[in-house]
């Protein structure tokens, strides 16, 4: 049984499906995914079998190859979505797991580079959560 996934950027331009199974899902917490994501850690999926199809904007994905480094990021022109890294090397793809628009029925299997874990990303489960936005934000 083959597995597939739908996904899009936030502006909606660029459509991809995936199809194929993704053998892992990581969060990296190196600082190349912080500022790439402008969060603590990046959440990516990883397969050396699945294929990217774009249905939609593919001429609206921007490459970024970060100079001196194997650290790749694709992403939307107009909003800055990150997309999947459709061939890495011929390797394997990398997708974002924020950028499926169909439910995934996997767990990260772990944490990467957690030397570089931002100072402030400890002990999120003593934080607030909020549903909603709540009242006393600015």
């Given at each position: 049984m083959t597995n597939k996934h739908t996904g899009s950027c936030l502006c909606g331009?660029?459509?991809?499906?995936i199809i194929g199974h993704f053998e892992s899902f990581f969060l990296c917490h190196c600082q190349h995914c912080q500022k790439g994501t402008g969060s603590a850690h990046g959440a990516n999926l990883f397969s050396t079998t699945a294929k990217v199809n774009w249905l939609q904007g593919r001429e609206?994905?921007?490459?970024?190859?970060?100079?001196?480094?194997?650290?790749?990021?694709?992403?939307?022109?107009?909003?800055?979505?990150?997309?999947?890294?459709d061939n890495f090397n011929g390797q394997f793809i990398v997708v974002p797991a924020g950028s499926l628009d169909t439910p995934l029925d996997m767990k990260p299997n772990g944490h990467l580079f957690c030397s570089s874990q931002a100072s402030w990303e400890k002990d999120f489960d003593s934080v607030?959560?909020?549903?909603k936005l709540p009242n006393s934000t600015p």
């Open positions: 331009q660029i459509k991809f499906e609206q994905v921007t490459r970024y190859n970060l100079p001196g480094t194997r650290h790749t990021k694709c992403f939307c022109s107009h909003c800055g979505s990150g997309m999947p890294v607030a959560r909020f549903e």
